[in-house]
């Protein structure tokens, strides 16, 4: 994986203000018929981010992210993790989430919910801060 530039954190922060805030929603749960499974419909804000992370090469095509789950969920479970992850390791952390959400629906929404993406966020704004 190639190092991350500045210019691809920059273009996610802007996501960070909107995604802390109280009343923030990633979207909602809609069913499409009786008898089926409901579809998880993202807000447009979300849909917009998740745009961003693969113009910005946030989602990285060569990387095995199936293979890297397990330790996706040990920075998922670990605070102390997430603040002392490399842009390197977000980047997989949010291919992971990005690709995972196409064969389980509603993982991504999780983890906005629980405040995973936020703390994703958040650590890449200190290596941001910490760049200038």
């Not at 920059?10 to 089926?36: K, N, T, V």
């Not at 961003?52 to 090469?57: F, P, V």
């Not at 990387?63 to 996706?72: K, L, N, R, S, V």
Request: charged residues 25%; hydrophobic residues 40%.
């Amino acid at each position: 994986m190639t190092p991350i530039t500045p210019e691809q954190i920059d273009a996610l922060l802007p996501y960070l203000e909107l995604f802390e805030d109280p009343q923030f929603s990633a979207g909602q749960w809609e069913e499409i018929a009786p008898g089926h499974l409901p579809m998880f419909s993202f807000d447009p804000s979300v849909l917009q981010f998740i745009q961003t992370l693969y113009e910005h090469g946030w989602v990285a095509p060569d990387f095995d992210w199936g293979a890297w789950q397990d330790t996706a969920h040990k920075y998922h479970e670990s605070r102390e993790l997430i603040e002392s992850a490399d842009a390197v390791t977000i980047q997989k952390l949010l291919t992971t989430h990005t690709r995972a959400d196409r064969f389980c629906e509603g993982h991504l929404a999780a983890k906005f919910s629980n405040g995973h993406m936020v703390s994703l966020l958040r650590r890449l704004r200190e290596i941001r801060t910490a760049d200038r």
